[in-house]
């Protein structure tokens, strides 16, 4: 499995984008970008994947690079809620290719 | 998506005794996982399981120790044996129903305490 690297922790405003980047320079071509946040208490929560065209859903925008090294979750309007544990995770796009968890960044929302 | 409800919630265990999790999910599944989250760590895959199969260990985790059964496609149990204060973690139920965008999902969780 590809490796990512992600700052262990950030702040963001309250109402700001957040913006949380991932290296991730060995993934194969065949290797989505996954996101997930696990808020204190709960299960990890899927947020977001994208193979290497920029992705958008009603949680947060995925930016990929064109040379798919890197990518970018954008949290487009951060409140208290988002304040979590994010996730980064390659994987390919088949159920027998299980989620493998980094260290994530802990991402602090401040009012 | 799939629902999944682990049992118990949490629980808090004398060393050396042994407790059986539970994972029920609400539609049948192929892939379940066990994951255990140790305080203030990320997640560490124990093993998955197939129905109809032997569960697949990661390196670090045994039979043994972690005992998994599979008997159909929405139920599974995690037990850990003899249990000792290093058992102490939060240990999870995953799924991963198959479906196109290939999604996990996971439960929220066991809270196992050992004194």
């Known amino acids: 499995d590809a490796k990512t690297t992600q700052p262990p922790s950030m702040d963001c405003a309250e109402g700001r984008a957040a913006n949380l980047p991932c290296n991730h320079s060995?993934?194969?071509?065949?290797?989505?970008v996954y996101w997930y946040r696990q808020i204190h208490s709960q299960g990890p929560q899927y947020i977001i994947h994208g193979l290497k065209n920029n992705e958008t859903n009603e949680m947060a925008s995925l930016i990929i690079t064109e040379d798919r090294k890197s990518s970018t979750l954008i949290l487009p309007h951060a409140t208290l809620r988002d304040t979590a544990v994010y996730y980064c995770i390659v994987r390919r796009q088949t159920s027998y290719d299980k989620v493998i968890f980094g260290p994530g960044t802990s991402l602090s929302v401040i009012p | 998506s799939a629902v999944i409800s682990q049992k118990p919630s949490r629980d808090i265990c004398q060393r050396g005794t042994s407790l059986t999790i539970q994972c029920q999910v609400d539609?049948?599944?192929?892939?379940m996982f066990w994951y255990r989250q140790q305080p203030g760590q990320s997640l560490t895959l124990i093993a998955t399981a197939n129905q109809g199969s032997e569960a697949t260990y990661e390196s670090g985790f045994v039979i043994d120790k972690f005992p998994i059964s599979r008997p159909n496609l929405t139920f599974s149990t995690l037990t850990v044996s003899n249990m000792s204060p290093e058992d102490s973690s939060i240990y999870l139920c995953?799924?991963?129903?198959?479906?196109?965008?290939?999604?996990?999902?996971f439960g929220a969780g066991t809270r196992l305490s050992v004194l």
């Open positions: 060995t993934i194969s071509g065949n290797e989505y």
């Open positions: 995953s799924v991963a129903p198959g479906q196109a965008k290939n999604i996990q999902y």
């Open positions: 539609s049948q599944v192929t892939m």
